[in-house]
């Protein structure tokens, strides 16, 4: 149950502080700070959609799956 919370903390947390820090850090406006803060969790989403998709194509391992996909995310 704390993890479920602390969970909730973060996301809320994202949602309300990432506008901020993209339009402070890399100098971008607010309409696509606001626009970037929306696609992220979208973004999220399709990743999980492909690597399921390459789960059930290639291995049914977890492990081997994991250590392919922090290769890919390294190179």
Do not use: G, M, S
């Given at each position: 149950m704390l993890a479920v919370v602390m969970q909730g903390f973060l996301r809320d947390g994202i949602a309300t502080w990432m506008?901020?820090?993209l339009s402070d850090v890399f100098s971008l406006s607010n309409e696509i700070s606001i626009l970037t803060t929306v696609i992220l969790p979208i973004f999220s989403i399709f990743s999980a959609y492909v690597i399921l998709a390459v789960?059930?194509?290639?291995?049914?391992?977890?492990?081997?799956l994991a250590g392919m996909t922090f290769l890919t995310a390294v190179g």
């Open positions: 506008q901020a820090y789960r059930n194509k290639l291995c049914c391992n977890e492990l081997k």
